[in-house]
Nanobody
Framework: QVQLVESGGGLVQPGGSLRLFCAASGSIAEIYAMSWYRQAPGKQRELVAIIRNDGSTHYADSVKGRFTISRDGAENTVYLYGNSLKAEDTAVYYC???????????????WGQGIQVIVSS
């Protein structure tokens, strides 16, 4: 079993900062990439940022220059830091991992339960 658990989030004032954490645990053989998605009310889930095994990253245009994704490979943890938050950043944020479990030859996507971020004064 592989689990992803997010923490952080909550209420943030406009212009404030965001810190999200996600820890992967369980029967993990290899993590190929970890990413953050978000889903705002009435909208589709969208990719926010991804970090791959080689350290390369990709950001959605809407967060580029404001958000940073990083990973602690030893701890199987991924972080999302954001600043200059806007009301449009309000959403449920989901952690995602492309993970190959032990005793498997294939990787699968795993999701966290989601964590609410509300940007409001």
């Amino acid at each position: 079993q592989v689990q992803l658990v997010e923490s952080g989030g909550g209420l943030v004032q406009p212009g404030g900062s965001l810190r999200l954490f996600c820890a992967a645990s369980g029967s993990i053989a290899e993590i190929y990439a970890m990413s953050w998605y978000r889903q705002a009310p009435g909208k589709q889930r969208e990719l926010v940022a991804i970090i791959r095994n080689d350290g390369s990253t990709h950001y959605a245009d809407s967060v580029k220059g404001r958000f940073t994704i990083s990973r602690d490979g030893a701890e199987n943890t991924v972080y999302l830091y954001g600043n200059s938050l806007k009301a449009e950043d309000t959403a449920v944020y989901y952690c995602n991992g492309d993970i190959r479990p032990l005793n498997s030859d294939y990787k699968d996507p795993y999701w966290g339960q989601g964590i609410q971020v509300i940007v409001s004064s």
